[in-house]
C-alpha cells in the first residue's frame, strides 16, 4: 500500500500518469477512491496523485481532534514528499478550502487550482441578507453533529447524504462501498465541526495568489455555494467560473466526462 510521510502522518495515496503534478484533495466523509472516474483522463497528460486525508480510511489516525490547519500541512508535505511542487490541486468541497488555504499559505507549491463548492459558510455569516441560507444550514447540520456524538455513524452519514450533501433518497442509490466508507470516516466529520476555523477562510491571504483559478458549482438547488463562490471571485477578480449542470456536488462522481474536459486543459497549462 503507497503511503508517504508528511507532516508526522502516513498518508495512504495513488499515483497515476506522467507529466505535471495533479493533486485531488477529496471532501468530507470520503476518500481517494471518490476520484476514480476522472483518474484514467487527466492522467492522460500528467501525473496524478490522489491521497486519503488523515484520518480518512487507509491514511494514519492520529487519534486526536484535527483541524483545518493540519490538512493544508499534510498536502503540502505529501506535494513535497512526492517532488510534484507546483502542483495543479483540485479540491471538492471541503477539499476545496483545504485548496484555497494553501493557495494563500504556499502559493509557491500550487500553480493553479480548481475548487468545486467549498462550504465556507463563515464568509457569508455576517451578510443579514444571506441569514436564511446561513440558518438552514446550520439547521440541516445541527442533528447529523447530534448523531455523531451518540456514536450512531450510519444514520449520521445517511441523514448528511440526503439533507446536506445530496437529496432525498440518495442514500441508497450510493454504490454499497461509498455507503461504508461514509460510515468508516464519520468522526472525521465531527472533527471538522468542532473545529472553529474549519468553515472560513483567510481571503486577504488569498488576495495575494496570482496563479490561475477555476471556482465551479452546480446549478442545483443548494443555495450556499454561489453566494460563497462570489466572495471568493471578489477576491480573485481574474478567477474563471464554470457551472456543471445537473451535476450535483460532486461532478467528479456524477459527469467525470465533463470534469475532465473542463481541468485537463487547465492542468496541463504551463504557468
Do not use: K
Not at 134 to 146: K, L, S
Request: aromatic fraction near 6%; include cysteine; charge should be negative.
Amino acid at each position: 500500500m503507497p503511503e508517504v510521510g508528511a507532516n508526522g502522518v502516513s498518508l495512504y495515496y495513488e499515483s497515476q500518469g506522467t507529466g505535471p503534478g495533479v493533486v485531488l484533495v477529496h471532501g468530507s466523509w470520503s476518500d481517494a477512491d471518490s476520484w476514480s472516474r476522472v483518474v484514467p483522463g487527466l492522467a492522460t497528460g500528467c501525473t496524478v496523485v490522489a491521497y486519503d486525508r488523515r484520518g480518512h480510511s487507509r491514511s494514519e489516525d492520529p487519534g486526536v481532534q484535527g483541524s483545518v490547519h493540519e490538512d493544508v500541512a499534510d498536502l503540502a508535505g505529501l506535494i513535497e514528499a512526492l517532488g510534484l511542487a507546483p502542483a495543479f490541486v483540485c479540491g471538492n468541497s471541503y477539499g476545496g478550502l483545504i485548496t484555497l488555504r494553501l493557495a494563500a499559505v504556499r502559493p509557491e507549491l500550487v500553480r493553479g487550482i480548481t475548487v468545486h463548492e467549498p462550504p465556507g459558510v463563515e464568509l457569508i455569516r455576517a451578510d443579514p441578507g444571506l441569514s436564511v441560507i446561513t440558518g438552514g444550514f446550520a439547521e440541516r447540520i445541527a442533528p447529523v453533529r447530534v448523531l455523531l456524538e451518540a456514536g450512531e455513524s450510519a444514520a449520521a452519514a445517511e441523514l448528511f447524504v440526503e439533507t446536506v450533501a445530496l437529496g432525498p433518497g440518495a442514500w441508497l442509490q450510493l454504490p454499497a462501498p461509498l455507503r461504508h466508507t461514509f460510515v468508516r470516516n464519520a468522526p472525521t466529520f465531527l472533527d471538522e465541526l468542532r473545529d472553529p476555523e474549519a468553515l472560513a477562510l483567510d481571503l486577504t491571504a488569498l488576495a495575494g495568489y496570482t496563479a490561475p483559478v477555476l471556482l465551479t458549482r452546480s446549478d442545483g438547488p443548494a443555495p450556499l455555494f454561489e453566494p460563497v463562490l462570489d466572495r471568493i471571485a471578489l477576491t480573485l477578480p481574474h478567477a474563471e467560473i464554470h457551472v456543471y449542470l445537473g451535476a450535483g456536488h460532486v461532478p467528479h462522481v456524477t459527469q467525470p466526462e465533463e470534469y475532465v474536459r473542463v481541468v485537463l486543459p487547465r492542468a496541463l497549462a504551463r504557468p
